[in-house]
């Protein structure tokens, strides 16, 4: 293990923005909390909003963009399905203010380095895009895997992994080629936490030393997670407080999952 400063990144997903004062109430308070705690970055893991149309999606974005602006942290946004149900990847991004960004990247913070992929393609290799899709056969293409693969091996840090679908296990929730995925992961030794949404329930697994937690939705009164990084290694804070000194280890989310 590095010597990790420690680092904490709030977490929110499946927020479902649609425009109404609850969804706006509640992702203003969500981001009040993370500011007001002194959260170091922050990642939205997809589904950021639910729309009707092309021009409906691009609003509801800016919308969750200037929401969040309210952070003053470095931001990372990841697609989800419901995201690109009306619009393109690319799309997404432009309308977040984000343009250029790509759906799969990764980052370094306190002696970590985060990966987020993007399970957002079907089986045939196609990315999702304008709703032709259906989600319950998400995707990580082999082509996507060999780059997880690289950024895995070029790693002198830990690594945290975040993706929108389920990884863990067989699921409706999770991309068709789970397995694959949690090989290249195993495979690495260098794994130790994945941080996914999509569910909407709170989850934990644990599997050959990695934690897969999975993340209730926002949308359904869920609070900001945070993720506590440090020498001692990977801390989940669910429904955090500005207030709370500690979270709770991955040991303890046993008897209570993330």
Same mark, same amino acid.
């Not at 002194?38 to 609003?59: F, I, S, T, Y």
């Not at 955090?240 to 040991?251: I, L, N, Q, R, W």
């Given at each position: 293990?590095? &010597?990790?400063?420690?680092?904490? +990144?709030?977490?929110?997903?499946?927020?479902?923005?649609?425009?109404?004062?609850p969804?706006?109430?509640?992702?203003?308070?969500? +981001?009040?909390?993370?500011? #007001?705690?002194g959260?170091?970055?922050?990642?939205?893991?997809?589904?950021?909003? =639910?729309? $009707?149309?092309?021009?409906?999606?691009?609003?509801?974005?800016?919308?969750?963009?200037?929401?969040?602006?309210a952070?003053?942290?470095?931001?990372?946004?990841? /697609?989800? =399905?419901?995201?690109?149900? @009306?619009?393109?990847k690319?799309?997404?991004?432009?309308a977040?203010?984000? #343009?250029?960004?790509?759906?799969?990247?990764?980052?370094?913070?306190?002696?970590?380095?985060? +990966?987020?992929? *993007?399970?957002?393609?079907? /089986? =045939?290799?196609n #990315?999702?895009e !304008?709703?032709?899709?259906?989600w319950?056969?998400?995707?990580?293409?082999?082509e996507?895997?060999?780059?997880?693969?690289?950024?895995?091996?070029?790693? !002198? !840090? /830990?690594?945290?992994?975040?993706? @929108?679908?389920?990884?863990?296990?067989?699921? &409706?929730?999770?991309?068709?080629?789970?397995? %694959?995925?949690?090989?290249? !992961?195993?495979?690495? %030794?260098?794994?130790?936490?994945?941080?996914?949404?999509? =569910?909407? $329930?709170?989850?934990? +697994?644990?599997?050959?030393?990695?934690?897969?937690?999975?993340? &209730?939705? @926002?949308? %359904? *009164?869920?609070? /900001?997670?945070?993720?506590?990084?440090?020498s001692?290694?990977?801390?989940?804070i669910?429904?955090y407080?500005p207030?709370?000194?500690?979270?709770?280890?991955?040991?303890?989310? $046993?008897?209570?999952p993330?």
């Amino acid at each position: 293990m590095s &010597s990790a400063i420690q680092t904490r +990144i709030g977490l929110l997903t499946d927020i479902h923005y649609d425009g109404g004062c609850p969804a706006m109430n509640r992702l203003y308070d969500a +981001i009040a909390l993370l500011k #007001a705690g002194g959260v170091d970055a922050l990642v939205v893991m997809g589904d950021l909003v =639910n729309a $009707e149309g092309e021009a409906h999606a691009k609003r509801l974005l800016q919308e969750v963009a200037a929401l969040c602006d309210a952070y003053t942290g470095p931001t990372y946004f990841m /697609p989800g =399905n419901h995201d690109l149900d @009306h619009i393109s990847k690319a799309e997404f991004y432009n309308a977040l203010g984000h #343009a250029g960004n790509a759906a799969r990247f990764d980052f370094e913070t306190g002696g970590y380095k985060i +990966i987020c992929i *993007d399970g957002n393609f079907s /089986p =045939n290799g196609n #990315a999702y895009e !304008l709703g032709n899709f259906e989600w319950q056969k998400a995707f990580v293409p082999e082509e996507q895997l060999d780059w997880l693969r690289g950024r895995l091996a070029a790693s !002198l !840090l /830990p690594v945290v992994v975040i993706s @929108h679908q389920r990884i863990d296990k067989e699921s &409706s929730y999770a991309v068709r080629n789970h397995a %694959d995925v949690r090989d290249v !992961l195993f495979l690495s %030794d260098k794994v130790k936490a994945v941080l996914q949404g999509h =569910n909407h $329930e709170d989850d934990l +697994i644990q599997a050959k030393g990695v934690s897969f937690y999975t993340l &209730s939705a @926002h949308a %359904d *009164d869920a609070g /900001p997670a945070v993720m506590q990084l440090d020498s001692k290694g990977v801390r989940l804070i669910r429904d955090y407080e500005p207030s709370f000194s500690s979270g709770v280890t991955e040991e303890a989310n $046993e008897n209570n999952p993330a």
